[in-house]
């Protein structure tokens, strides 16, 4: 049979119940022992050094471990030996422990406490533990400072006597920027470390500590000037002369002339974060600024002490701002190694934006050139252009300019491949978990050279693939297969578009393909959904199935689909489930149909789909049943076939007669050809002169040409293909109404000659 009792103040726990008071200052662990009934009842004291102070509240556990007492068995705490008053309030009771509360009030409440076993066979004592009480520590109210050899020695006191001072120590802090600290110890005492500057102003406060526990409130703050101050003048009459893109010059006056000083100059950037200070120290009245941020504003201080004191105060600083002159922008802007290819084709070409400490002078935009085409200009806030230059047969090289008001900055060029050369990247994929910054690039480095790879990410803009801030990018090797980004963008909460290009070869070199964008962002170890719009294809192939579907959109289920598999089955005609042979598909994620082929002709197959990712696999969607189409016969295919020749060969046939018919009336009307006007029914014959004048035309062979007069005719354009016309005239021809159909050329010149040809 054994016993044990727990004890505890309420800023730690031992094994048993414990509550805290808001009014206690310290914390105090007591001693706990288990003992059996033997004839020394409470064994040997053992002292507890760590006290309780006046004020606080302690709690004392007593635990009863042995089963085999009877029920109606207690444990109580009492002061005194041989007494069975209950101590204390108690505040937790059950039939195997007791937890009494004793509020310190006084001194006198340090002692022995006692656990007593109350059985209805009588009183047995259990254990004990020692309390010392001692008064609470309060903050320290006094400081004092010496210097002695170049060092400052300082000590304080307690507030008042302790029963127990040797486990009283103190933390110092003083405020020097950077704030630091200083144990004491238990005497009390400390010193600055060597190398501190003795005229400086040092502000301290002490805290007590017992046993290294933290149990006051820091001290007042107490200031300590180690050695004499002594502030000079401030220096007169600043002057700031030729300045210039990137230094200045500056002069001053002396705050009295009967002293020599040593200065110190101080400079840093009006409105700048990273709140970078520079400083130099000279012995002159004037001094020079240089490496300095050209379009900047500075603000220069000018202090002085006198040289003597090389330990001394400075004096307060004389102020002021200047700017220094603006120059072409700082540096080139950074060009995307690839570019973007819109659906109409045109290509758009990105850059990053210039900082204002790299505009150098008030930003007007930037210049896109490319070839020997018109310069293109982009606003100061933009990042990107689109392009509408042809790059179908030839690659072009841009080059991208950052332009202020002094003038344009170098140029980054880019190298823009025909559409002849695009090459396709490989697939990648991007994970991102929800709630976080970062996202991780992944693609398959199997099989390529080892070659440059970029990712790109921009925030879009709405529901467009649009990029609405700058696009950012990093370029690795291929070969390392993953790339974690931070995008300052939260995923769940902004829409990022991400992207991907890569180094490969070419003909002419290695060229960057086109960046694949897109919008999709997924999720790790997300199970994918079940697919919707699954089907049989409209059109189905002779001896297979045919099927289609529609992919999940990764905006609402962001689960990366590596691969989907395809399940099949055969169905009998009278029933739904499958009893035949089936077989299964593992199909590419980027597929949206497959064809089931060399299957049963004239059965009847049931297909469902399952989307994976990974090693995630999603459910089954709901499942189609196809019949598959027999296999054409040889007759059926002939037939169509022999039609179709036939048909052609008729038109052939149909044409070839009907140009033979135009040949052989042709040659009908030319084989005796008449002229009109050789008899008298037309009008009068001409001369031979006239004639052989009329058959000067060049262009035609046959038929003869002559002239005469026709009294009607009717007048239309004269055809192309005659070529003999007379100098002088302009002609028009004409057939008339006579059998032959003689054709007529007249003259409109106020001649009445006409040439005729029949």
Not at 153 to 176: F, K
Not at 268 to 275: I, Q, S
């Amino acid at each position: 049979m054994s016993f044990f009792i727990q004890s505890c103040l309420p800023f730690r726990l031992s094994g048993g119940t414990c509550s805290m008071s808001r009014s206690l200052m310290l914390l105090i662990v007591l001693l706990s022992r288990s003992t059996s009934f033997l004839p020394d009842r409470y064994g040997k004291l053992k002292v507890n050094l760590n006290p309780a102070f006046i004020g606080e509240t302690m709690l004392f556990t007593c635990v009863i471990t042995d089963d085999s007492l009877p029920v109606n068995s207690s444990a109580i705490w009492i002061r005194r030996p041989n007494s069975n008053t209950s101590l204390g309030s108690v505040v937790n009771q059950t039939l195997t422990s007791t937890t009494i509360e004793v509020k310190v009030t006084s001194i006198s409440d340090a002692g022995v406490y006692y656990c007593t076993l109350t059985t209805p066979g009588g009183d047995f004592g259990l254990g004990y533990v020692r309390i010392d009480v001692d008064y609470p520590l309060a903050a320290v109210t006094n400081l004092n400072c010496t210097t002695r050899s170049q060092q400052v020695q300082c000590s304080y006191s307690l507030p008042r006597d302790y029963r127990h001072p040797e486990h009283i120590t103190g933390l110092v802090s003083y405020s020097n920027p950077p704030e630091e600290s200083i144990d004491t110890g238990t005497d009390r005492r400390f010193s600055l470390p060597p190398g501190y500057d003795l005229f400086s102003l040092y502000y301290f406060q002490i805290q007590l500590l017992y046993s290294g526990r933290n149990v006051t409130s820091m001290s007042e703050y107490f200031p300590v000037n180690p050695m004499d101050v002594v502030i000079p003048k401030a220096v007169k009459d600043v002057v700031v002369k030729n300045t210039k893109k990137r230094s200045l010059q500056l002069s001053w006056q002396p705050p009295d002339d009967a002293a020599t000083y040593t200065y110190r100059v101080t400079w840093t950037v009006v409105g700048d974060n990273d709140k970078q200070i520079h400083n130099m120290e000279t012995n002159f009245t004037q001094t020079s600024l240089s490496y300095l941020r050209p379009s900047t504003n500075y603000t220069i201080n000018v202090k002085c002490r006198e040289r003597h004191r090389q330990e001394g105060y400075w004096s307060y600083g004389y102020f002021i701002t200047v700017k220094t002159l603006d120059a072409v922008p700082g540096r080139a802007p950074r060009v995307s190694p690839a570019v973007a290819r819109t659906d109409g084709g045109s290509v758009v070409v990105y850059w990053q934006p210039l900082s204002p400490k790299e505009a150098n002078g008030e930003m007007q935009g930037y210049r896109v050139q490319c070839g020997d085409e018109d310069a293109r200009h982009v606003g100061p806030g933009g990042f990107s252009e689109t392009l509408d230059t042809p790059t179908d047969r030839r690659g072009l090289w841009c080059d991208v300019y950052a332009v202020n008001n002094i003038g344009m900055s170098p140029s980054s060029s880019l190298y823009i491949p025909s559409r002849m050369s695009e090459l396709t990247p490989r697939d990648f994929w991007v994970v991102g978990g929800e709630g976080d910054t970062n996202i991780t690039f992944l693609w398959d480095a199997v099989g390529r050279e080892r070659h440059n790879c970029a990712a790109y990410w921009c925030q879009a803009a709405g529901q467009s693939d649009m990029c609405q801030t700058p696009v950012q990018w990093e370029t690795v090797t291929c070969d390392q297969q993953s790339l974690t980004l931070d995008t300052g963008h939260v995923i769940a909460d902004q829409r990022l578009m991400v992207g991907f290009s890569e180094e490969l070869s070419a003909p002419g070199g290695l060229i960057w393909s086109i960046i694949k964008w897109q919008y999709c962002i997924y999720a790790q170890h997300k199970v994918p959904p079940a697919l919707d719009g699954f089907r049989l294809s409209p059109n189905q192939p002779p001896l297979g199935v045919h099927t289609e579907w529609r992919p999940p959109d990764c905006r609402q289920n962001p689960a990366h689909i590596t691969n989907y598999i395809l399940y099949y089955c055969l169905v009998p005609a009278a029933a739904g489930n499958c009893s035949g042979p089936s077989g299964s598909r593992v199909v590419d994620g980027d597929a949206v149909s497959y064809l089931i082929s060399d299957l049963e002709p004239g059965a009847r197959y049931k297909v469902n789909i399952r989307a994976v990712s990974q090693v995630l696999h999603g459910p089954w969607s709901t499942p189609v049943i196809g019949r598959v189409k027999d296999e054409p016969r040889s007759l059926e295919i002939v037939l169509p076939v022999s039609a179709c020749l036939i048909l052609l060969v008729a038109i052939f046939c149909g044409l070839f007669l009907k140009r033979v018919r135009q040949c052989w009336k042709r040659r009908e009307e030319f084989s005796y050809p008449s002229i009109r006007g050789m008899d008298n029914s037309g009008g009068q014959g001409k001369t031979e002169l006239d004639r052989k004048r009329c058959q000067r035309a060049e262009g035609l062979s046959t038929p003869s040409i002559c002239c005469e007069s026709v009294n009607e005719a009717t007048e239309v354009q004269l055809p192309d293909l005659f070529d003999g016309k007379q100098e002088g005239c302009t002609y028009t021809w004409s057939f008339d109404s006579a059998p032959n159909s003689s054709y007529n050329v007249v003259a409109n010149e106020g001649n009445t000659d006409q040439c005729v040809w029949g």
